[in-house]
Every structure is written in structure tokens, then in C-alpha cells.
């Protein structure tokens, strides 16, 4: 009897033991931590109002619709899952994609499937929200021609494969069913919009980081919220790893370019509503800065003009909008 109460009382204190070693090893903060679950369709609704919409230099007064963007630019999970479904439904693409600044060209995701998708172009993402709308069971948002009734469902074109292509209702003048409810680029006055807004009432400075509480100069306030050369390590992230804006929208600044619906142009010179840019150019609106830039190119007047709608690179990305 008493060996048995031993024995017992032996297995018990090993019990605790162990028990109270497996939890401190769980909890200690030194240890791995998974990636968290990003939903990466995930939208955040903005309300119409007007605001100055500027660069420092020029600006004009704008009023905008209320309408949906993207709370993170899109992942490459995302882009993988819906690239993969449209090719199997008609669809064609001149590039895959890559999984941020390191990932190899149309491969599988893996760990990394949160960074955001990488060496698309503007081509590439226009019809990825064809597809994206058509999957969703939404209505298409670009077509080639006026009455709406064939959506654009290819990103290649050999014929201007390193040029503009004038033909309208082609890949770089696409016919436009903006009050179609699909995915879309946002126009640039949006992405402005969302990526100052405050309440409605306040904006953030056009010479601040989309979030951040001092202008890009105070490069600890802009780490807050972008990933630069400063504190990317020269590498892409996992979209949402730094604060959001106010209005909950992440990565508006640094990370990854992101492509914009709008030609470039000079600013119109009286007040507009819904302004998308002019009708033709030979750049596309690209913004926020990436992971390679300087905080300069962070600031959320910054407009960069230098893209061509058939570039691709690592540094470059998009997230999506939706129209209310």
C-alpha cells in the first residue's frame, strides 16, 4: 500500500512538472509565432465628401462617391487562388505574379502567401478583377466594347507588348461600367481620398505617410505605418504587420506600389466630382511607395508617373476597389 501511494505521488509531481513546463514554453513571447490569418478580400467602405486633392504643388477640389477598397493590398494568396480559377474559365494573363520581392514567378504560395503580389501589370491587374468579379458572382467592370456585353479576359498583347495600345476598347483603353458592383483599380482621387481621410472633416497632410502622425521627414513616425528602406530590410512583408490608417486600410503607404486606374495628367483646374483622369497618356498612375523608396515616396500626395501599363517589377502591386 504504501509503495503504491509512492508510486502515485511520484506521478503526480512529474505530471505537474511537465504540465507547468509545456505551458511556460508556450507562452513565452521568445518563441515562434504564426503568421496571423489575413482575409485578404476583405473591404473597408468609405463615405463620399469632398477634399483638397494635392500634391504640394497643384490640387483642386474633389468630390467623391462613397465607395469600397481593399483593407490590404492584395496578397499573393489571393492572387494565386483567383489567377489559378481564371485560367481554368478563360482567361489569359501576360504575367503570373510572384509572391512579394523574393517569390518565384507563377509558384505554388507558401509561408510567405501574405506579402503582397509582385511583377503584375496594370494590364495584368485589370483583368484579374474581371476575373475576381466573375468569380465572386459580381458584375465585370472592364469590357471592349460600349454596350458592355464582352469583358476583357486577356492581359497579352504581342503587338504592344512594349507600347501603348490606342485602340479603344482595347487593354489600355478599356470601355468602363463604372456603376457595374465588380472589382476594379481605384481611380486615383480614391486612393487619395481613402489613404488621407480622417473623419470627413480632417485629412492628412499630403507630405505625410497614409496613418502617420508627423510628415515623411520624421522618419520614426513613417516607420509606423510603411515598410521603406529604413525598416524593410529590403524585403516586402506580410500585408497588415504595421498600424493601419483611420480608416482601418493598411500598407496605403510603402510595402508595394500600387497601381491606380488614371492616365497622368495635370490636376483639373476648377472643382470635380469622380475625376478618373484624362482620356489618354502614356503612363498610368502608380502609388504609395514600396519597400525600396524613401520616405519620401511615401507621402500620400506623391503621385509617380514613370510607370507604363506593361511594367512589371518587385516592387509594384495593387489592391482593389468596389463601387457602392
Not at 36 to 61: C, E, H, K, R, W
Not at 290 to 305: F, P
Request: with cysteine.
Amino acid at each position: 500500500m504504501k509503495k503504491t501511494i509512492v508510486l502515485l505521488t511520484v506521478l503526480a509531481v512529474f505530471f505537474t512538472i511537465a504540465m507547468t513546463t509545456g505551458c511556460k514554453k508556450n507562452s513565452s513571447p521568445s518563441g515562434p509565432v504564426a503568421t496571423p490569418t489575413i482575409d485578404s478580400s476583405a473591404l473597408v467602405s468609405a463615405s463620399g465628401g469632398t477634399f483638397f486633392q494635392t500634391d504640394g504643388t497643384n490640387s483642386f477640389s474633389h468630390t467623391i462617391s462613397a465607395f469600397k477598397i481593399g483593407k490590404y493590398q492584395v496578397t499573393y494568396d489571393l492572387w494565386y487562388t483567383v489567377y489559378t480559377w481564371a485560367i481554368a474559365n478563360g482567361y489569359t494573363f501576360q504575367n503570373a505574379g510572384a509572391e512579394g520581392s523574393n517569390g518565384t514567378v507563377g509558384a505554388a504560395p507558401t509561408t510567405a502567401k501574405y506579402q503582397p503580389v509582385t511583377t503584375i501589370n496594370w494590364r495584368d491587374a485589370m483583368v484579374w478583377c474581371n476575373a475576381f468579379s466573375q468569380k465572386t458572382g459580381l458584375t465585370q467592370v472592364y469590357y471592349s466594347d460600349s454596350g458592355f456585353t464582352t469583358p476583357i479576359k486577356n492581359s497579352t498583347d504581342a503587338a504592344y507588348s512594349s507600347s501603348i495600345d490606342p485602340t479603344v476598347g482595347g487593354l489600355d483603353d478599356p470601355y468602363v461600367n463604372w456603376s457595374a458592383n465588380g472589382y476594379r483599380l481605384p481611380t486615383e482621387g480614391e486612393y487619395q481620398y481613402a489613404a488621407s481621410y480622417q473623419n470627413g472633416t480632417a485629412w492628412t497632410p499630403y507630405n505625410y505617410a497614409s496613418g502617420a502622425t508627423a510628415a515623411y521627414t520624421n522618419e520614426a513616425a513613417t516607420d509606423l505605418v510603411g515598410w521603406d528602406t529604413v525598416n524593410s530590410g529590403s524585403t516586402t512583408h506580410a500585408v497588415g504587420s504595421l498600424a493601419a490608417n483611420a480608416l482601418g486600410i493598411y500598407d496605403m503607404s510603402g510595402n508595394v506600389w500600387e497601381w491606380c486606374f488614371d492616365w497622368y495628367g495635370t490636376y483639373p483646374t476648377t472643382a470635380s466630382t469622380n475625376y478618373t483622369g484624362p482620356a489618354s497618356g502614356s503612363s498610368r498612375v502608380i502609388r504609395g511607395g514600396s519597400y525600396s523608396d524613401t520616405a519620401g515616396y511615401l507621402q500620400v500626395g506623391y503621385r509617380n508617373y514613370s510607370y507604363f501599363p506593361f511594367y512589371t517589377d518587385y516592387s509594384s502591386g495593387f489592391r482593389f476597389a468596389r463601387t457602392n
